[in-house]
């Protein structure tokens, strides 16, 4: 068996031809550490970020992509009890995913129930993790209540709707096409935001009654219609802003009178904790319904290991519904 393997790093800041591979020392789990052998990896807007130059690993963190894999556990460190060589897995990283093996915290990996394949497995981790964290930790979303997810498309956005419909959640959703507004139709109510107003759209549809959470993508120019929408008690939370990072306004006075919440967060900033907790969550509520085929990722298109160019331009097109996931093995 060879001790080096394949990964893909970003030789610099740009576009997805900055994109090479290289050939390295497998890595070695330390005691709490699971090494994977990859089969599938899922991407994520963080990465396109990061190839960007606009969001860079931590420091003394692998500068190597990937946030989230699927494979077989190839090896674990001293101290790990829960995995043994051979278990099918899938794990939140902390970096390094684009690679033939990966290693991973034991406290961010995840079994793989029967039924669902490596490439189903491989879209889990950091959209899971994401939306429990903010929708169900943050927000406190719960059954009966109404959600409002922004990018209704994305593969955060997909994997919010769904497992809110999972829970009892009902739920809108804003997208930027009418392609997009069918693709989803069976999981919310979707809104195009390119030729409806979603304020309006959501009081029609709900006398006016307003929402209980939004998770927000877009940032600034949809601040006063989210303070809007929220009813008393409601909790807005933000998870990127791609619209625009600083809003002249606030109305201080509504958020004051309906008792709002405002907050957000990164998954790259938790500490290991943090993320354990999260892991806990996802075994409790979330991979009780992936073992009964339910609430599982949908999955816009797979490439190949030697096509990660491609999988990030079609990233960059904003394109896809739901997930884009490469095939390692």
Known sequence: MSNTMQQIM????GGVEKLAYESVAIPTPEANEVLVKVHAFGLNRPDILQRQGLYPMPKGVTPVPGLEVAGVVDAVGSDVTEFKVGDKVCGLTNGGGYAEYCVVP???????????SFVQAAAIPETFYTVWANVFQMGQAKAGEIVLIHGGTSGIGTTALA???????????TVGS???????SHLTTAINYKTQDFEQVINAANDNAGVDVILDIVGAPYLAQNLNLLRRDGRLVYIAFLGGAKAKEVKLGQIMMKRLTITGSTMRARNTAEKAEITQGLKQV????????ECLPMIYKTFKFDQIQAAHAIMDTGEHVGKVVVEVI
């Open 286 to 293: 979330v991979a009780p319904l992936w073992a009964k085929g």
């Open 163 to 173: 497992l809110c419909k999972a829970l009892g959640i009902r739920t809108f959703a």
């Open 106 to 116: 034991e406290t961010q990996i995840l079994a793989i129930p029967a039924g669902v």
């Open 178 to 184: 009418d392609e997009k507004v069918q693709a989803i």
């Open 10 to 13: 970003i030789t610099e800041p």
